[in-house]
């Protein structure tokens, strides 16, 4: 892998991170709205990631980043709650909540958070030793 391809898989895997992070801050911005029916309540979105492959010259191929193949809807169940008394309840008095669980939401930003950090010090590092090795040949 040459120097140079370090600054693609870091990009990569910034941009996954990013979009992470987004999706993380919309399911946390919706953690606490009410439908009055399953269907049109927020469910809990979810990226997935795969590495990206590139064909190379040789015969084998390099992991060359991180991919984004969607972003996923989540299947836990929604919570029904019983409030007849509130102006968004349905027929039977139910009220529906996200599956929104907002502390594994905290925990997964605060982990995309470390790991877009830590891409930006391995491009960081990149650069420095690109650097120095330009130096030298002076």
Do not use: W
């Not at 809807?73 to 919570?79: F, G, T």
């Not at 019983?82 to 102006?87: E, I, R, V």
């Not at 139910?94 to 905290?106: A, L, S, T, W």
């Amino acid at each position: 892998m040459s120097l140079f391809s370090i600054f693609n898989v870091a990009g990569s895997g910034m941009s996954a991170e990013s979009v992470r992070l987004n999706t993380t801050a919309s399911n946390l911005a919706n953690a606490n709205s009410i439908s009055s029916s399953a269907g049109e309540t927020y469910k809990a979105r979810h990226p997935i990631f795969s590495a990206a492959l590139s064909s190379a010259l040789s015969t084998q191929s390099s992991a060359q980043g991180v991919q984004v193949q969607g972003i996923v809807e989540s299947n836990k169940p929604l919570e029904a709650q019983y409030n007849p008394d509130h102006p968004m309840a349905n027929e039977e008095g139910y009220v529906y909540k996200p599956n929104v669980n907002v502390m594994e939401e905290m925990a997964n930003m605060i982990s995309a958070s470390q790991s877009y950090q830590t891409q930006v010090q391995v491009s960081e590092t990149s650069k420095k030793m690109l650097m120095n090795t330009l130096q030298m040949g002076k």
